[in-house]
T-cell receptor
Framework: GAVVSQHPSRVICKSGTSVKIECRSL??????MFWYRQFPKQSLMLMAT?????????EQGVEKDKFLINHASLTLSTLTVTSAHPEDSSFYIC???????????FGPGTRLTVL | AQTVTQSQPEMSVQEAETVTLSCTYD???????LFWYKQPPSRQMILVIR??????QNATENRFSVNFQKAAKSFSLKISDSQLGDAAMYFC??????????FGAGTRLTVKP
């Protein structure tokens, strides 16, 4: 199946700093990418949907100024957590849909720890 | 809004036995997709099986099969001949034609040797 990568896999940062997480589709063009957040022992919660070349659509309750999403190309989307705080510590997962939009491929996730 | 409900937070099964995980969903749409994903300790989401709502035939993938009841909005997963490697979190998911995917709360499956 298609491969989606995320970088970094783990990141630890100080409170108040910004962190960027990259999501890449390695062998297909992703017209749409999704960002999820998963707290321990909980389900995946959709944060935002991004389409290449346009602004991301955020779910209700997700601060767009805090979680900046850029989908600059058909193979790359980035999530920047700005002015991170300990409550932003979580597991962030991206996924991507190929052109026909039939299957959604998930990245391996990024564990963010804010000290 | 679509919602997905998994009423079993935890399930256990004896190795080689069969287990069924439940999932119900709520939607007003007629065309959509349903999925079961497995999430092992590595946290990588792995697609187990998918079902298109317009297909009446239940999807099957080797030891995994579903019981899709569209009128009842039910989508259960049956795992036959359970193996130790099947132990994981299982998430039921619904996706509409706008690619909007929603997940259930998950069921933690334990396989006893």
């Amino acid at each position: 199946g298609a491969v989606v990568s995320q970088h970094p896999s783990r990141v630890i940062c100080k409170s108040g700093t910004s962190v960027k997480i990259e999501c890449r589709s390695l062998d297909f063009q992703a017209t749409t990418m999704f960002w999820y957040r998963q707290f321990p022992k909980q389900s995946l919660m959709l944060m935002a949907t991004s389409n290449e070349g346009s602004k991301a659509t955020y779910e209700q309750g997700v601060e767009k100024d805090k979680f900046l999403i850029n989908h600059a190309s058909l193979t790359l989307s980035t999530l920047t957590v700005t002015s991170a705080h300990p409550e932003d510590s979580s597991f962030y997962i991206c996924s991507a849909i190929d052109n026909p939009g039939y299957e959604q491929f998930f990245g391996p996730g990024t564990r963010l720890t804010v000290l | 809004a679509q919602t997905v409900t998994q009423s079993q937070p935890e399930m256990s099964v004896q190795e080689a036995e069969t287990v069924t995980l439940s999932c119900t969903y709520d939607t007003s749409e007629s065309d959509y997709y349903l999925f079961w994903y497995k999430q092992p300790p590595s946290r990588q989401m792995i697609l187990v099986i998918r079902q298109e709502a317009y297909k009446q035939q239940n999807a099957t993938e080797n030891r995994f099969s579903v019981n899709f009841q569209k009128a009842a909005k039910s989508f259960s997963l049956k795992i036959s001949d359970s193996q130790l490697g099947d132990a994981a979190m299982y998430f039921c998911a619904y996706r509409n034609n706008n690619n909007d995917m929603r997940f259930g709360a998950g069921t933690r499956l334990t396989v006893k040797p």
